[in-house]
């Protein structure tokens, strides 16, 4: 008897455990499918509320992420920007330096910030164009960031310190043909914009000069004025003084138009290295995703500014031109520029510390 008791409760507790089970899983069916129905009813109201939030844009203070330190050329037209679109829209733009590894780490971090347009980065041309091709697993200057504008072109010049007999470029590229090595390249560290400037100039004149990094711009002018190195290739209004004071010689100009600062000074293209365009670059970048309506809008608001008497003026005074491009427009260059530094860094080889 007490064995078939105890088989009786042994069916009994399996089938109040199979029943069980069945009813947690059908509970478990049912809180999904309420959690289903709950977020489908209010996907409209998020989605209404979402657009209200990007049509009030911005409506409380926006991070400016500049990836180099307070004071050099980029960070001076970054904070400009940023005090005009504080004054147009009535939201504090505050700049935020995070200057480290040669811009890697501002540019990175902008590209994880959350994509609500309340973080914005600086990008230019070297932590665009550049530097995703020397660094692997970097960001992905097309794919990582949505283009809100390029909104200053900065003109570069090839100069040479006086004890150079080459007058013009025609007479640079024979003088250093004849001694291949013998002329020495500055620039602000291996992988600069200035360093591809002047390998760039190599591969297209089929010379050869000594590449000698510095650190920074600083060290590589002083060296130059000293007459320790021979050549640099860098924007106009860092060198426009010394060139007027005749402490340096200009050239050419490296960019496709002859500089307004620097008219009678004739381009590289027009010297015989046809195609050759050399210009760095200034934009605003916001996170993959976005919206549109907030890239828009800072869109607008950068090109009315750039529209401005005072802001060419002050763009002029920094050595910077006024741009402007659209998301469209910036894609486009900056597929471009890709194109042109890509093989450029391949055929010399830089990678990382080289």
Do not use: C
């Not at 050399?278 to 934009?283: A, K, L, M």
């Amino acid at each position: 008897m007490s064995g078939s008791r105890r088989g009786i409760r042994k069916s009994h507790v399996i089938y109040y455990w199979r029943h069980n089970v069945r009813y947690i899983a059908a509970m478990k069916r049912l809180a999904l499918l309420l959690a289903a129905l709950a977020l489908a009813a209010s996907t409209p109201q998020v989605m209404a509320q979402s657009a209200a939030e990007d049509a009030a844009y911005p409506s409380r203070p926006v991070r400016l992420i500049i990836p180099w330190p307070p004071g050099g050329s980029n960070d001076v037209l970054g904070r400009l920007l940023a005090q005009r679109l504080s004054e147009t829209t009535g939201q504090a733009f505050v700049v935020d330096n995070r200057a480290s590894a040669g811009g890697i780490l501002g540019q990175e971090l902008g590209a994880k910030a959350t994509p609500d347009g309340y973080t914005l980065t600086l990008a230019t041309s070297g932590t665009m164009s550049i530097t995703p091709f020397v660094y692997d697993k970097l960001y992905d200057p097309l794919t990582s960031y949505e283009l809100v504008t390029l909104y200053a072109l900065v003109p570069y010049m090839m100069v040479v310190t006086p004890t150079v007999a080459a007058r013009d470029v025609r007479e640079f590229i024979a003088q250093a043909k004849s001694k291949p090595g013998a002329l020495n390249l500055a620039s602000t560290g291996t992988g600069s914009i200035n360093h591809l400037a002047g390998e760039l100039f190599n591969l297209m004149a089929g010379t050869q000069t000594l590449h000698v990094p510095y650190k920074g711009g600083g060290p590589a002018l002083n060296d130059l004025l000293a007459g320790r190195v021979h050549v640099y290739f860098a924007s106009v209004a860092s060198l426009i003084s010394h060139v007027r004071a005749g402490k340096l010689r200009a050239l050419g100009v490296a960019s496709l138009n002859r500089s307004s600062q620097l008219p009678d000074v004739p381009t590289l293209d027009e010297q015989g290295l046809k195609g050759y365009d050399v210009v760095s670059w200034v934009g605003i970048v916001a996170p993959a995703g976005t919206s549109p309506t907030v890239v828009n809008r800072l869109h607008g608001e950068i090109s009315k500014i750039m529209a401005s008497a005072d802001m060419r003026e002050r763009l002029a005074s920094s050595g910077a031109e006024p741009a402007a491009m659209g998301p469209s427009e910036f894609r486009t260059y900056l597929k471009a520029d890709l194109a042109r530094w890509g093989p450029v860094i391949k055929k010399v080889g830089i990678k990382p510390d080289s």
